[in-house]
């Protein structure tokens, strides 16, 4: 059995007598005649970035569609709850109508 000694035994699952090392390989390192300021990420490093901003600009999108349907909803809900918090006339009386020409003037002493 090998135990699990070092900074990645914390990685490992538990109960595991495998070393970590043995399951993830570590990285290689570059050859030499590389030149590590000359490297860039490539067409795949752009592509994949345009992916992810892409894939952000989406959720943004669908982000504000749902807040807008909110909005709705409860601006909805509100009217619904002020018709029905309102005075309904009985049978025999008339609505009231409000022109508020005659009101405003008997309110504003000029």
Do not use: C, N
Not at 65 to 80: G, N, P, T, W, Y
């Amino acid at each position: 059995m090998t135990s699990l000694i070092g900074p990645f035994a914390a990685l490992a699952p538990f109960g595991s007598t495998v070393p970590f090392g043995s399951i993830v390989p570590f990285a290689e390192t570059p050859t030499p005649d590389l030149d590590p300021s000359v490297v860039t990420p490539g067409i795949e490093g752009f592509l994949v970035f345009f992916l992810l901003a892409l894939a952000a600009w989406l959720l943004y999108r669908s982000l504000l569609k749902q807040i807008r349907r909110v909005d709705v909803r409860a601006a909805q809900r509100r009217e619904e709850e002020a018709r029905a918090a309102a005075p309904v006339p009985s049978a025999g009386e008339a609505p009231a109508l409000h022109t508020g020409a005659a009101d405003d003037d008997a309110a504003d002493p000029r």
